[in-house]
């Protein structure tokens, strides 16, 4: 069983808007639905679960049932950081399913991930234990400490930029959540860095610059030009 875990516990106070940008609408359909709805088109997704920003369950049904979204079985009420919201989506699916299912933890504000995206994270995951959807890092690193000056630089090509979706064995992402609260880390900003801080090794699969996260106001504006964009057809693929 290959399980989506949409996180879309998130108030999202970094667009400044007045709901939550998970739930804002872009050319007549909202940012969730997108993310939803390439989950619920791919053929190796049996179950779709989400962890929704408490007061908006009822929102969220209701979108899924007007955009056909009946893979969505589970709604599930967030946490008070990305950590616990994580946890919480977790140990319900816990309750419900094998601990050697595949659950795909991904952000609800990533609206563009690709089923290409998908099938590797769950390829990888099956091959290696788990998969943290990565790109390559194309800007000269630099190291500061105050914020505004650098005197130093990092070499890019040990760096990683990862995204979502992140992939596991769901025993394997309870265990680790299970542990995090015994030595007390309660606020780690991914499923990969928490793995990452509890001496755990990951593997990567592929991103995509198109699988952006929406956080400002900016983004926003990418994402409607992705939505229009059509790639010239002279350009080649590179394979």
Known sequence: MNIALIIAGGVGNRMG????????????????????ETFQNHNEIDVIAVVCLSG???????????????KLKYIISGGDCGQASIRNGVYELEK?????????IHDAIRPMVSGEIISDCLEKTKLLGNAITCIPCAEAMLQTTDGKTSCGSYP?????R???????????????HREALKKGITNSVASCTLMIELGKQ????????KN????????????????????????????
């Open 56 to 70: 908006w369950e009822t929102v969220l049904q209701s979108y899924a049932n007007q955009f056909n979204i009946t």
């Open 17 to 36: 808007q007045d709901i939550p940008k998970q739930f804002l609408t872009v050319n007549e359909k909202p940012v969730i639905i997108y993310t939803l």
């Open 162 to 176: 990862t995204q979502t979706p992140q992939g596991f064995h769901l025993k394997d992402i309870c265990n680790l």
């Open 156 to 160: 890019r090509d040990n760096l990683k």
């Open 212 to 239: 952006i996260k929406l956080t400002t106001i900016e983004d926003i504006d990418i994402f409607k030009a992705l939505l229009s964009a059509k790639r010239s057809e002279w350009l080649k693929s590179k394979e």
């Open 96 to 104: 419900h399913f094998a601990e050697d299912d595949i659950v795909l």
């Open 202 to 209: 990951v593997h990567f699969s592929k991103g995509s610059e």
